[in-house]
């Protein structure tokens, strides 16, 4: 079995700016999560997707976005990008919603905002 | 609000040496997950177990065991027999129910150098 897939890997935009960085789970998989990891906060969950619809929510600005499609793919979005959004965004999927479950981690983006 | 905490930043150990990696929780929670994952410089976690609030048994997976005690509120991690591979960040994180969903919180890891 495929395991999850990033795309891209690394990204580098300026401040101001928005982007869109992508996730596959792992085939059946209906769940698909966010994560930013940073020195200074360490891991932090950003949301949950489970069959097209936000589930869970960490405590991030409306800036963070994202979205699911029926084919359970997902798609996050920041838009105008401070410095602090430089951080590496990690993917996780489950075939069960919630994070009580074992999750399976992509090999994240690296997003780096000049 | 839950909280875990790994005080251990950074352990150094040489090959063959047991080690053991703290984790130290709170959660207002009576049902809740913990886990342990792996992060190798690769940067892709990787699982390696959970735990449910109500089984306090003891785990082994190889040269990998767990020791949950909900008294103390604790999840430690041994690796016994420490090899150059194990070298990794690791990270210990819960999962309780808040406001109806479970919301993963994750320790700020340990890094773990093997040397040989």
């Known amino acids: 079995k495929a395991g999850v897939t990033q795309t891209p890997r690394y990204l580098i935009k300026t401040r101001g700016q928005q982007v869109t960085l992508s996730c596959s789970p792992i085939s059946g998989h209906r769940s698909v999560s966010w994560y930013q990891q940073t020195p200074g906060q360490g891991l932090q969950f950003l949301f949950e997707y489970f069959s097209e619809t936000q589930r869970n929510k960490g405590n991030f600005p409306g800036r963070f976005s994202g979205r699911q499609f029926s084919n359970s793919r997902s798609e996050m979005n920041v838009s105008t990008l401070e410095l602090g959004d430089s951080a590496l965004y990690l993917c996780a999927s489950s075939s069960r919603q919630g994070s009580g479950h074992e999750q399976f981690f992509g090999p994240g983006t690296r997003l780096t905002v000049l | 609000a839950q909280k875990v905490t790994q005080a251990q930043t950074e352990i150094s150990v040489v090959e063959k040496e047991d080690v053991t990696l703290d984790c130290v929780y709170e959660?207002?929670?009576?049902?809740?997950?913990l886990f342990w994952y792996k992060q190798p410089p690769s940067g892709e976690l990787v699982f390696l177990i959970r735990r449910n609030s109500f089984d306090e048994q003891n785990e082994i997976s190889g040269r990998y065991s767990w020791n949950f005690q909900k008294s103390t509120s604790s999840f430690n991690f041994t690796i016994t027999a420490s090899q150059v591979v194990d070298s990794a960040v690791y990270f210990c994180a819960l999962s309780g129910r808040s406001g109806g969903s479970y919301i993963p919180t994750f320790g700020r890891g340990t890094s773990l150098i093997v040397h040989p």
């Open positions: 959660t207002r929670d009576t049902t809740y997950y």
